[in-house]
């Protein structure tokens, strides 16, 4: 069964870090972008960062650039989502997506999304 699930979220200080990871199974993890997006309570869902397939480039949305990392381990299937120096207004549900090889930051062509995972930053 094609599934993408997300882990890693929960509750962290101001200043804090996680690492946030999205599972995929049923299809091959390396012939995929995988993006990252957030959706704040009362705003639309934004993409927060993209890692594209073979060649492992990165994209970053202006707010998370040099305090987010996103990685990918395409053995294990899973990509991660380093987040350091949280702020609260990182807090949102984090969602990961998949979209056929090339990265972007808009939710356009990006499918097969995971259910979220909860990220709140407050002290």
């Known amino acids: 069964q094609l599934q993408l699930v997300e882990s890693g979220g929960g509750l962290v200080q101001p200043g804090g870090s996680l690492r946030l990871s999205c599972a995929a199974s049923?299809?091959?993890?390396?012939?995929?972008?995988i993006g990252w997006f957030r959706q704040a309570p009362g705003k639309e869902r934004e993409g927060v960062s993209c890692?594209?397939?073979?060649?492992?480039?990165?994209h970053y949305a202006d707010s998370v650039k040099g305090r987010f990392a996103i990685s990918r381990d395409d053995a294990k299937k899973t990509v991660y989502l380093q987040m350091n120096s949280l702020k609260p207004e990182d807090t949102a549900i984090y969602y990961c997506a998949r979209r056929t090889l090339f990265c972007g930051l808009s939710e356009k062509g990006f499918g097969s999304w995971g259910q979220g995972t909860q990220v709140t930053v407050s002290s």
């Open positions: 049923g299809f091959t993890l390396g012939n995929y972008a």
């Open positions: 890692i594209s397939s073979f060649t492992g480039s990165e």
